[in-house]
């Protein structure tokens, strides 16, 4: 068992390697059209955790057998890979976006700013904080698509784009905590540490919402001159928001809305939300003409990706677990907000719900620094696969870098863990 756990370290570093060098097999398939395949594989920062979780796999069936391998594969918690695919497919569908569109376009033209880049705005500050109430993941999905032809496009600057997408994945980590079921760092400890709603909101959502309106407004002002030059055309390359307006009855966007409380309220039962999920299926295409081809390649490919990690992230607590345990209250803050950053943030705090002598403080301080790392990388928070997925187009070599997320996400995640600390 020694020798699995110092191999399963040696693969987890090789996998964190490989997602900051995802971008640099993007510029390979470029220059090598003859092996652009390969490298095209290799640079999509979704294959990563999946494709060194099979080699993890290979490596326990030669070390300890293949029984060993099964029974481990087996043992892991598959419910959230399973549940971020399914709320991102629904969350994404036209008709979903439709209404939503409408409340912010509405909004937008009622503030006293340019409609864009109210609409921008709104996207970086309501729909993260309606993660709270729809998940962080539904949230992270229809944030991206509402954005993504605004601000991630030709004409802004990259540094901007990496600045924005910072603030998005900040926003997303931290504003899901106003509640006790839609951030899954929180959703790892509420029933543990006794945290119901009404005390995530009285003790970390106000402040979130605080910092999420911080960041937001910085990085819009910082990009208006741009976002004033955008059309004020559709969500997606697929139809423009007039046209879905026109299309799209209001009874089938409820109907879809319907399906998301569903999936939202049975999050934690496959059975119910995979089955829901069919049903789902079957409605889009009985109304196919309300409809725009659902992202099902980008949401299996977060799904792969996520299963990937809890079969790495699951041999790693013999490591972090003592490290978590050993620390004071607030170096343990600061701890939460570096490691977040090499491993997801709900693996985390779920290591210190295991610690049975944590105080109060440390409580407070292990889940404030794990939400408001959740920006740092992509593997930090379980929805930002999904926002790179459906954003990296919109980036040079239509890849997203990993130092370039960091450098973009260390502002808004200095001023959260500002705000949580003070």
């Known amino acids: 068992m020694d020798h699995i756990k110092i191999i399963s370290v040696i693969i987890f570093a090789l996998a964190l390697l490989h997602t900051f060098c995802a971008k640099y097999f993007e510029v390979l398939a470029h220059r090598h059209a003859r092996h652009a395949g390969l490298f095209h594989l290799l640079g999509e920062v979704e294959v990563v955790f999946g494709f060194w979780a099979l080699v993890l796999i290979i490596a326990m069936a030669i070390v300890a057998g293949s029984d060993a391998a099964v029974a481990y594969a087996e043992s892991r918690q598959y419910t959230e890979p399973l549940f971020v695919f399914v709320v991102m497919v629904v969350a994404a569908s036209r008709p979903v976006l439709d209404i939503v569109v409408r409340l912010l376009g509405s909004l937008a033209r009622l503030m006293p700013m340019h409609e864009t880049v109210a609409l921008v705005w709104l996207g970086l500050t309501a729909v993260p904080l309606l993660g709270s109430l729809i998940t962080e993941p539904a949230a992270m999905t229809l944030a991206a698509l509402l954005l993504a032809p605004k601000v991630f496009r030709p004409g802004i600057p990259e540094w901007l784009k990496y600045g924005a997408l910072g603030v998005l994945f900040v926003n997303v980590s931290i504003g899901g905590t106003l509640t006790s079921y839609a951030a899954p760092p929180v959703l790892m400890v509420a029933s543990a540490w006794q945290w119901d709603s009404a005390f995530m909101a009285s003790t970390f959502g106000w402040k979130a919402a605080l910092a999420v309106l911080f960041n937001a407004t910085v990085v819009s002002v910082l990009m208006r001159r741009y976002l004033k030059q955008a059309t004020n055309t ?38 119910f939300f995979l089955g829901l999920f069919l049903f789902f299926m079957g409605y889009t295409q009985a109304y196919e003409r309300h409809q725009s081809p659902l992202i099902l390649k980008e949401g299996l490919l977060v799904g792969f990706f996520l299963a990937g990690l809890v079969v790495l992230g699951g041999m790693q607590q013999w490591w972090l677990q003592p490290i978590v345990s050993s620390l004071s209250p ?64 919109g980036f040079n070599d239509e890849s997203i870098s990993a130092s370039g997320l960091l450098l973009g996400a260390l502002p808004p995640t200095i001023v959260a863990a500002l705000v949580f600390l003070l």
């Open 234 to 271: 559709g969500w997606t390359d697929m139809a423009s928001a007039g046209e879905r307006r026109q299309t799209v009855p209001l009874i089938v966007s409820i109907i879809h809305l319907l399906f998301l409380a569903g999936v939202v309220v049975f999050a934690h039962h496959p059975v």
């Open 330 to 393: 607030h170096t343990l803050f600061f701890s939460a907000l570096g490691l977040t950053a090499i491993t997801d943030n709900a693996a985390l705090t779920y290591l210190g719900s295991l610690i049975a002598s944590l105080s109060d403080q440390a409580k407070y301080l292990l889940m404030a620094g794990a939400v408001a790392g959740g920006g740092l990388t992509v593997i930090a928070n379980a929805p930002n696969p999904a926002g790179v997925a459906l954003l990296r187009r």
